[in-house]
């Protein structure tokens, strides 16, 4: 095999965001972006020279050419062997699947997640560690730390690796195995859901459901799963081709992005159950006829009826939140007396908790939610949790969480999301609330009475690490909150996300609308942070 030694110089702006390094598709384009990054990671890894290398991605416009980069650079390194995707496809929690399964030594996933594809639009990669999960903090900053001393790279040189072709082949020393994407994970789903249950329920002659993949990753998984193994009716996965700029949408299961399906299980036609994935298939969401299910909601049901599940039927032994995720989860495990941690933004928050068997079952707001099963969000694990939950309880999505409310009282829960503002005009908004933190605490803020106002501050329980500035938090005395961060994962700009969330214990108030019950708590957020006087809104661009 001939290889080639090139000179290199850093790029400054390698740091990995929330998840992995996201950036525009050009800006990945030029000349040695990719291969120092991907160097880094090799040599900040030392466990994958003569180890196993799961690769695969999303299918986002530049997979091809970034999997073929990535195989000869592997090559060079002396990695053993690449388990890849057939056509360098992977969703998310398959490659996190892969990882665990066939225990490699990390892997790469070539993804910017719900961010739209295409030439001008964005391109990501992530490592994940053997455990199947992204790496720790640890992790990317040293592979950081080595994007910005690197002087060279190694390449493998020769004829493109044939990915479309199942089976193994060779690159020098090392060996490519081409896998079928779906088989893995399929078994896997297989494993923890009561498939007949659920087949029976598509049979039933009762049961009609839209699963839109957005022409995102999960198209020919959700097909596989849902179509030709459970017998749910041909035409229940929607935009199920994978495109590689997603059909010119926004890939994110939100009730904007995802109007397609919101409009599907509304009025008299309605659809019974509906969900969306987004580009890289670890999001989802859940909708019942007329009826959202907040990401925040779904986490707790799935919590308080995992009983109900084969594979949890042992029982859970505790749950985790993302910060801004609102404290539903919290009231249901109080009530079971599990653990409940609460984590900062970002999956790899969860993975020292579910390695050291802490928790079983974890989510976000951000429309996130999975298991011990794997170390990724998993977006058709939970639309299988749905629906083996809706095959054993017979009840329609809507009957679920409003029993579920009255049961433990409703988090009444809203995002506001401000994108493409300007960078510095945010930085210096969440400084402004930062410098007033101090004075808020027992004072009053409209109806409301501040308990405490912090810059999060995270402290894992397993390994001890602390990470800093997650997030400001303002918790009023009836448990309501007010949550400011700043959004990792884009690439133009910053958005700035608010989370609001009011605790409602009354059934007799549980049917109120969302935006109206939230009004005067938005009002607060708005002021408080000088949203329109610093960034030019006076509306969110985004409101889920
Ligand atoms: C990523 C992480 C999630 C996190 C989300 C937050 O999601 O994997 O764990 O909740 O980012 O995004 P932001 O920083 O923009 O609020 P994904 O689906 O983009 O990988």
Not at 377 to 382: H, P
Request: proline share 5%; glycine share 10%.
């Amino acid at each position: 095999m001939e290889m080639s030694t090139v000179n290199t110089q850093p790029f400054s702006d390698q740091r990995p965001g929330t998840s992995g390094l996201r950036k525009k598709v050009k800006v990945f384009q030029q000349p040695h972006y990719l291969e120092n990054f991907v160097q880094s990671i090799f040599d900040t890894q030392q466990d994958l020279k003569g180890g196993i290398l799961a690769l695969g991605g999303d299918g986002r416009y530049y997979n091809r050419e970034a999997s073929q980069i990535i195989i000869r650079m592997a090559a060079a390194h002396g990695i053993s062997k690449v388990i890849v995707g057939q056509g360098g496809l992977l969703s998310t929690p398959a490659a996190s699947c892969v990882i665990r399964k066939y225990k490699t030594d990390g892997g790469i996933i070539l993804s910017a997640s719900h961010n739209p594809g295409g030439p001008d639009e964005d391109f990501g990669i992530k490592f994940n560690t053997p455990n199947g999960g992204p790496a720790p903090e640890g992790v990317t900053e040293a592979i950081y730390a080595a994007t910005k001393a690197i002087s060279e790279y190694r390449i493998a040189n020769g004829e493109e690796i044939d990915l479309d072709s199942i089976g193994t082949q060779t690159l020098g020393e090392m060996s490519i195995e081409v896998i079928d994407p779906v088989t893995d994970y399929a078994e896997l789903m297989q494993e923890i859901f009561d498939f007949k249950r659920i087949h029976q329920l598509f049979n039933s002659g009762m049961f009609v459901m839209r699963f839109d993949a957005m022409h995102a990753i999960t198209g020919p998984y959700a097909k596989r799963i849902l179509e030709e193994t459970l017998g749910a009716a041909p035409g229940t996965v929607i935009n199920g081709k994978p495109k590689e700029d997603f059909g010119g949408g926004h890939p994110d299961p939100n009730l904007v992005h995802a109007n397609e399906i919101v409009v599907l299980s509304s009025g008299l036609d309605a659809v019974d159950f509906a969900a969306a994935s987004d580009g890289d298939g670890d999001r989802n969401m859940v909708l019942g006829r007329d009826f959202f299910v907040t990401p925040s909601d779904s986490l707790a049901v799935m919590a308080a009826n995992a009983h109900l599940i084969k594979g949890y039927s042992d029982g859970i032994c505790g749950v985790a939140r993302s910060m801004p995720t609102s404290q539903a989860a919290d009231r249901v495990a109080e009530s079971l007396g599990l653990e409940c941690y609460e984590t900062p933004t970002g999956w790899k928050f969860f993975g020292n908790l579910l390695d050291a068997k802490r928790i079983t079952l974890c989510g976000e707001e951000s429309f996130g939610s999975g298991s011990d099963h794997i170390r990724e969000k998993d977006g058709l694990w939970a639309v299988l949790f749905w629906l083996n939950l809706l095959a054993v309880r017979q009840e329609p999505v809507d009957k679920i969480i409003k029993d579920h409310w009255r049961q433990f009282g409703r988090n009444f829960y809203t995002r506001y999301d401000y994108e493409g503002i300007d960078k510095t005009a945010a930085e210096a908004l969440m400084q402004h609330l930062r410098d007033h933190l101090t004075d808020l605490p027992g004072n009053p803020l409209g109806d409301y009475s501040v308990d405490y106002a912090d810059d999060f501050t995270y402290t894992d329980p397993v390994d001890g690490s602390v990470s800093k500035n997650q997030g400001i938090r303002i918790g009023f005395s009836d448990g309501s909150r007010i949550v400011y961060r700043l959004s990792g994962t884009g690439t133009e700009g910053a958005t700035l996300r608010v989370y609001l969330e009011a605790y409602e214990p009354d059934p007799a108030n549980h049917d109120k609308e969302t935006q109206a019950v939230m009004q005067p708590l938005v009002a607060i957020a708005k002021s408080l942070a000088e949203i329109e006087s610093r960034t030019g809104r006076s509306e969110p661009t985004v409101i889920t």
